[in-house]
Nanobody, 121 residues
Framework: QVQLVESGGGLVMPGGSLRLSCAAS????????MGWYRQAPGKQRELVAT???????NIVDSVKGRFTISRDNAKNTVWLQMNSLKPEDPAVYHC???????????????WGQGTQVTVSS
């Protein structure tokens, strides 16, 4: 059973920074995608940034240039460095792991419990 444990959320002023981390435990196969989604009140969950085990990234336009995703495959850990936080960034940020088949199809999807990010002066 895979578990995702997130940390790093909190309250920050506009323009500030936070760093989220997510550690995956359990049977993690080498071909996978790890990343972050967020959900604000009344809105649908949206992709923020993901990274494959090979290093390919997918980042939503609204955070490009401000957020950076990185990962350590040996530690099954992914980070999201969030800089220049804006009033539109607050949400619950969820870690996501997609285990892929050798053909690249999604085989299993796992979610973390989420960590709250609040931006307020």
């Amino acid at each position: 059973q895979v578990q995702l444990v997130e940390s790093g959320g909190g309250l920050v002023m506009p323009g500030g920074s936070l760093r989220l981390s997510c550690a995956a435990s359990g049977s993690i196969f080498s071909k996978n995608i790890m990343g972050w989604y967020r959900q604000a009140p009344g809105k649908q969950r949206e992709l923020v940034a993901t990274m494959t085990n090979g290093g390919s990234t997918n980042i939503v336009d609204s955070v490009k240039g401000r957020f950076t995703i990185s990962r350590d495959n040996a530690k099954n850990t992914v980070w999201l460095q969030m800089n220049s936080l804006k009033p539109e960034d607050p949400a619950v940020y969820h870690c996501n792991l997609v285990v892929l088949t050798t053909g690249g199809d999604a085989e299993n999807v796992f979610w973390g419990q989420g960590t709250q990010v609040t931006v307020s002066s």
